[in-house]
């Protein structure tokens, strides 16, 4: 069964722009997580998506936005990103909302320049 | 709200030895759940065991194990047996059972390495 991935692994932007990160859960997973992890602040829940819905989300701003599809890929957009943006995004997928396990993809490095 | 706090920022542990890494938490939810990921160098996050508030008994998961005092608020991680691939960043992480949603509150992480 493949785990789950997110694309692409790195990443490099200018500040005031935009930028999609991309996460496919494992096959049959509907709810994805998904994380920043700066050096500063640590792991920080950003949002959560179950069946196209978003569930949950943190105490990020309204640049940061995502969405789920239909068949549970979920997308991630920041738009005039800053260089505090800079970090590690990670996704994570389970089953249903509320598994105590949850499957971390690889992560996203973002660089903002 | 809920808060977790590691207070190891880092540790040596000699091969095939035990460490514990220590983990205090305060919520004031009445369910929640613990949990214990490992972060090898390569990013990803790798669970590893999990404990539920209403849990009599201590999670064990191979050779790891969780000691989990209540009263005391602690979630302490036990590595049996180290192995030099057991060397990465753990975290403690914790979330409201109630409430539902896989939205998960981390602490700052707790480096391991491993000596031979």
């Known amino acids: 069964k493949a785990g789950v991935t997110q694309t692409p692994r790195y990443l490099i932007k200018t500040r005031g722009q935009q930028v999609t990160l991309s996460c496919s859960p494992i096959?049959?997973?509907?709810?994805v997580s998904w994380y920043q992890q700066t050096p500063g602040q640590g792991l920080q829940f950003l949002f959560e998506?179950?069946?196209?819905?978003?569930?949950n989300k943190g105490n990020f701003p309204g640049r940061f936005s995502g969405r789920q599809f239909s068949n549970s890929r979920s997308e991630m957009n920041v738009s005039t990103l800053e260089l505090g943006d800079s970090a590690l995004y990670l996704c994570?997928?389970?089953?249903?909302?509320?598994?105590?396990?949850?499957?971390f993809g690889p992560g996203t490095r973002l660089t903002v320049t | 709200a809920q808060k977790i706090t590691q207070t190891q920022p880092g540790m040596f542990v000699q091969e095939k030895e035990a460490v514990t890494l220590d983990c205090t938490y305060d919520?004031?939810?009445?369910?929640?759940?613990l949990f214990w990921y490992k972060q090898p160098s390569s990013g990803e996050m790798i669970f590893l065991i999990y404990?539920?508030?209403?849990?009599?008994q201590n999670a064990t998961e191979g050779r790891y194990s969780l000691n989990f005092q209540k009263a005391r608020k602690s979630a302490n991680l036990v590595i049996s047996a180290s192995q030099l691939g057991d060397s990465a960043m753990y975290f403690c992480?914790?979330?409201?059972?109630?409430?539902?949603?896989?939205?998960?509150?981390f602490g700052g992480g707790t480096r391991v390495l491993v000596k031979p």
């Open positions: 994570a997928s389970s089953a249903r909302t509320g598994d105590n396990e949850q499957y």
């Open positions: 096959s049959g997973h509907r709810s």
């Open positions: 998506y179950f069946s196209e819905t978003q569930r």
């Open positions: 919520t004031s939810d009445q369910s929640y759940g």
């Open positions: 404990q539920g508030s209403y849990d009599e």
């Open positions: 992480a914790m979330r409201p059972i109630k409430a539902a949603g896989n939205k998960l509150t």
